[in-house]
């Protein structure tokens, strides 16, 4: 089975601080995702990636910046966080239709 | 604008009913169609897909049906059981990705509670 890792399940942090997400797929997957998750809004993607040092915007892209140095890593990166980026976070992959989730970081910002 | 939405945000059934939870969604050239379960603290997990020129498909007690012609997606539990407690997603491939594979978009979820 398809495994995307996200390094930590929970994180608290302070206003202005830069935040790193990490996840990891280990099946070889073209494209990955990351989304966040707010109660009453569903899912809602950030940015995607679909190979290596590629990555397009998804529908809320500010804030936020990624980084796809290898296909199986695609890190979400907080500049300057702020309170209203408290979120449940999400990081999926597919290679053609399916996606396959990770376990999601809840993020704090304080 | 286009969206992915569903009736209702909350369901509660008793145990052993069937349960349905229904997706209206707006695109009509999204051909492809995914369930997906969220249980307290897990990522979404896959359920059941259905490509577009199916009305039906079943799974193990999951049915997923199509209704192009208003643009409705159901999914069928049937005999529902404690474990079936989570948050339903329905998604839509809107988008095709620059390298093959597709952009899904989800709608906002469902409560399913199931009491004993």
């Known amino acids: 089975d398809v495994k995307v890792t996200q390094s930590s399940r929970y994180l608290v942090k302070r206003t202005g601080e830069k935040v790193f997400l990490e996840c990891v797929q280990d099946?070889?997957?073209?494209?990955m995702f990351w989304y966040r998750q707010d109660p009453g809004l569903g899912l809602r993607l950030i940015y995607f990636?679909?190979?290596?040092?590629?990555?397009e915007k998804g529908d809320i892209p500010e804030g936020y910046s990624v980084s796809r140095e290898k296909k199986e890593r695609f890190s979400l990166i907080l500049e300057s966080a702020s309170t209203n980026q408290t979120s449940m976070y999400l990081c999926?992959?597919?290679?053609?239709?399916?996606?396959?989730f990770g376990s999601g970081t809840r993020l704090t910002v304080v | 604008g286009e969206s992915v939405g569903l009736h209702l945000p909350t369901l509660s059934v008793q145990e052993g009913d069937n349960s349905i939870i229904n997706c209206a969604y707006s695109?009509?050239?999204?051909?492809?169609f995914i369930w997906y379960k969220q249980e307290s603290g897990k990522g979404p997990q896959f359920i059941i897909d259905i490509r577009s020129n199916m009305d039906k498909r079943q799974g193990q007690r999951v049915t997923v049906l199509l209704n192009k012609t208003v643009k409705h997606l159901s999914l069928q539990i049937a005999a529902t059981q404690p474990g079936d407690s989570a948050v339903y997603f329905c998604a839509e491939n809107r988008d095709r990705l620059t390298g093959g594979g597709n952009k899904l978009t989800f709608g906002t979820g469902t409560q399913l509670k199931v009491e004993l």
């Open positions: 099946m070889d997957h073209e494209n």
């Open positions: 999926a992959s597919n290679d053609y239709y399916g996606y396959t």
């Open positions: 695109n009509s050239a999204s051909d492809y």
């Open positions: 990636s679909y190979d290596v040092k590629m990555k």
